[in-house]
């Protein structure tokens, strides 16, 4: 259920500021508001101490996200952050080569 997992907002908070201004510089008006409201629904999986990303929906792992899909690579002033879009929504947050 999706009220059982944390607002990323509420865990990260200087990580969703920073995603909302990143975005509103990209022209991505909807996503800079929409970040405010996702959901930490699992972290990456993958192991490596370089990745902090981590799923706002659930996603069957190895499955592309199919039609709608799309990313948006931003230019934080540190590491990597790219965001899975799908019709819209943010699914997953690629966090990368980050101290925080």
């Given at each position: 259920?999706?009220?059982d997992h944390p607002l990323v907002r509420d865990v990260?908070?200087?990580l969703v500021a920073?995603?909302?201004a990143l975005l509103e510089a990209e022209g991505e008006q909807w996503l800079a508001?929409?970040?405010h409201d996702i959901r930490l629904v699992s972290?990456?999986?993958c192991g490596d101490d370089f990745?902090?990303?981590f799923h706002t929906a659930d996603h069957e792992p190895g499955k592309p996200y199919g039609p709608g899909h799309r990313c948006v690579p931003?230019?934080?002033s540190e590491g990597m952050l790219v965001?899975?879009?799908v019709d819209g929504r943010i699914v997953y947050v690629e966090v990368l080569n980050r101290s925080r």
């Open positions: 259920m999706e009220q990260h908070p200087d920073e995603l909302s508001i929409s970040v972290e990456c999986s990745c902090k990303s931003l230019s934080p965001l899975d879009v």
